[in-house]
């Protein structure tokens, strides 16, 4: 009896080992094993008071605008060589314009395919989600609350592990959103991340982010202007992930948008749970 408490005992020790480091092998690039599930809750709040214009310079909003978003992704491994997994993603949205606020509504929701191209190179996936808008008019008008528009978003992972204690993640997307309305361009946006992680401890992650967002279009309602870049954002960020139980991660980030044309000048507060089992 005591021989079998004890090899009890040492499964679950064991168990709990691999699970409190597995979430830490399991960066965006790496796939789910067969069987295998991901649930992600991301919360994120984005927060101005100006904007900046053409030439980079601020413009006062005379308010606070605010936009709060929460993404649901699920993520389902169906491979036993750890190469696709597929799951959906849906969004909740609200903004404050001063003191008006919008209603917390569902504003889009669409699968997602996950995918490792090269089999000898499982540093390397794609992710691609296609979004349809939910709520319609009510997206924009009277508030803009998210993009009425149907949006295809894949993104680029690789992970380059420089040893134990540090890693590089790199990450490419590329963001399509449709027009819908006769008074709407396509335009799509190409995100360059780099992200440089520290690992502590086995349960602790601590990092730092820059982004690159240009935009590429063509500006409404001037038709003088040919396709191209119409407006770009960089963000610097620092970031934590800790693992609080065996199997969920807590993540909490901040960044702000240090330089910009025709874009944002604000912050973005950034709160994730994840779970997988």
């Known amino acids: 009896m005591k021989k079998i408490f004890l090899v009890c005992l ?23 094993s067969q069987g295998q599930m991901e649930f992600k809750l991301f919360n994120n709040l984005y927060t101005q008071t100006k904007v900046r214009d053409a030439n980079g310079t601020d413009v006062e909003l005379g308010q606070r605008q605010s936009f709060l978003n929460h993404q649901f992704r699920f993520l389902y491994g ?93 990450e490419a997307d590329l963001i399509y959103r449709f027009a819908v309305e006769d008074f709407q361009n396509d335009f799509f946006r190409v995100p360059l991340n780099l992200i440089a992680s520290y690992f502590p401890t086995s349960k602790l992650t601590l990092y730092s982010n820059v982004q690159y967002a240009p935009a590429y279009g063509k500006l409404p309602g001037v038709e003088d202007i040919e396709f191209g870049r119409i407006r770009w954002f960089t963000q610097l960020g620092l970031g934590a992930k800790y693992l609080i139980l065996n199997n969920l991660e807590l993540e909490l980030s901040y960044s702000n948008f240090i330089l910009s044309k025709r874009d944002g000048a604000g912050s973005v507060y950034n709160l994730g749970i994840r779970f997988l089992r």
């Open 78 to 170: 169906v491979s036993n060589n750890q190469r696709l997994n597929v799951g959906f993603e849906t969004n909740l949205t609200t903004a404050w314009y001063g003191g008006e606020s919008s209603d917390l509504m569902f504003t889009s929701i669409g699968p997602t395919l996950k995918f490792v191209p090269i089999e000898s190179k499982g540093n390397f996936s794609i992710q691609s989600t296609f979004l349809f808008p939910l709520n319609g008019d009510d997206l924009e008008n009277p508030l803009f609350v998210n993009h009425n528009r149907y949006t295809w978003w894949t993104q680029f992972f690789y992970d380059y592990s420089i040893n134990s204690k540090f890693n590089l993640f790199f």
């Open 10 to 32: 040492l499964t679950l020790v064991v168990e709990s080992l691999f699970a409190q480091s597995s979430l830490q092998q399991y960066t965006p690039s790496v796939l789910l």
